[in-house]
């Protein structure tokens, strides 16, 4: 049995170790409410350009762009989006795990340098150094400070590229943040520009609360429910336009802002969903933490207990010996 001195330090070293995840947890806490914030701010340019979109649709489904056809697949380029630093769970590790298993599946169908990754974040650029993949730039300073024109830069790359034909497919690996507690990784196809199945993609988020257990959550939900208005109901779309010069020119041009929004939501997601998971992560070291204080004070209660009665019979013998 440890002695109590040993005990003693034990509980210091928790007790310090706790004091820092609880301070991280909270520094994570304030910086995922502004990448919500974030989120909040993109939504109604996006929900305008969705809007758009369709009525164009509506009137002409047959207008085409370079971007939105397909083509046999010879080329890819993976957009991996990863966190800068670490202790965010299994956060970086399964976005790595899922951008090897897509590139290990194209290599074997295409060739071993069919394959160029654009990594945002620190994390999957070193690995993606690490396993010898066909590496282009470096975007890890967009984690710490998410740009749009930057987002713009890399698109627009990306699209002469595949209007150049130098690229067949171009991917994004992502978590996308549905709520604190709930972060799906995603594999979606960015370039050819699937519209109309990019216009019925997942729009659930939740960005009103930092809570993350799902019992909560839960009770949040069946609330808010209540009073909602019935979804489903959206607004009659106005297809009693005049187009100049001509459809295919106006979708040329909307279709790349298109594929800008897209870059740029998922980095907010997956900036919003590392800011997510690190809480979640600390939240729990926090809570183990925790658990270990409380063992070990009844360890150190324990022995001090047995020690003090050890003390009492030696005294009580040597008085009976007396």
Do not use: W
């Amino acid at each position: 049995m440890p002695s109590l001195k040993e005990i003693k330090g034990r509980i210091a070293s928790v007790n310090s170790t706790r004091k820092i995840t609880s301070a991280m947890k909270m520094v994570a806490s304030s910086k995922l409410h502004h990448a919500q914030v974030a989120i909040q701010n993109m939504l109604p340019y996006e929900t305008m350009l969705e809007h758009i979109l369709k009525s164009f649709l509506a009137a002409e489904a047959e207008a085409q762009t370079i971007y939105d056809q397909e083509r046999p697949v010879k080329r890819v380029a993976l957009v991996v989006f990863s966190s800068n630093s670490s202790l965010c769970g299994g956060f970086n590790a399964n976005v790595i795990k899922l951008m090897h298993r897509t590139v290990e599946h194209y290599q074997q169908e295409l060739g071993k340098d069919a394959v160029e990754i654009y990594p945002v974040g620190r994390k999957v650029a070193e690995k993606a150094r690490k396993l010898g993949y066909n590496i282009q730039g470096d975007y890890a300073d967009l984690i710490d400070h998410p740009n749009v024109q930057k987002c713009i830069e890399i698109a627009m790359e990306l699209g002469k590229k595949f209007a150049e034909g130098s690229l067949d497919r171009v991917e994004l690996v992502y978590h996308h943040f549905k709520s604190a507690g709930s972060q799906i990784l995603t594999n979606k196809v960015f370039l050819p520009i699937d519209v109309e199945g990019e216009l019925e993609r997942d729009h659930e988020r939740d960005l009103t609360t930092n809570i993350v257990t799902k019992k909560a959550q839960d009770y949040l939900r069946k609330n808010r429910r209540k009073r909602e208005v019935k979804e489903g109901e959206v607004a009659p779309l106005n297809d009693n336009f005049i187009v100049e010069p001509d459809m295919t020119t106006v979708l040329s041009q909307l279709i790349p802002k298109l594929a800008h929004l897209m870059l740029y939501t998922a980095l907010l997601d997956s900036v919003a969903s590392e800011h997510a998971a690190r809480m979640v992560a600390m939240q729990t070291a926090t809570d183990n933490a925790d658990e270990l204080l409380r063992e070990l004070n009844l360890q150190y209660n324990k022995s001090r207990q047995q020690a003090i009665t050890s003390e009492l019979l030696d005294i009580v013998g040597g008085t009976v010996n007396n």
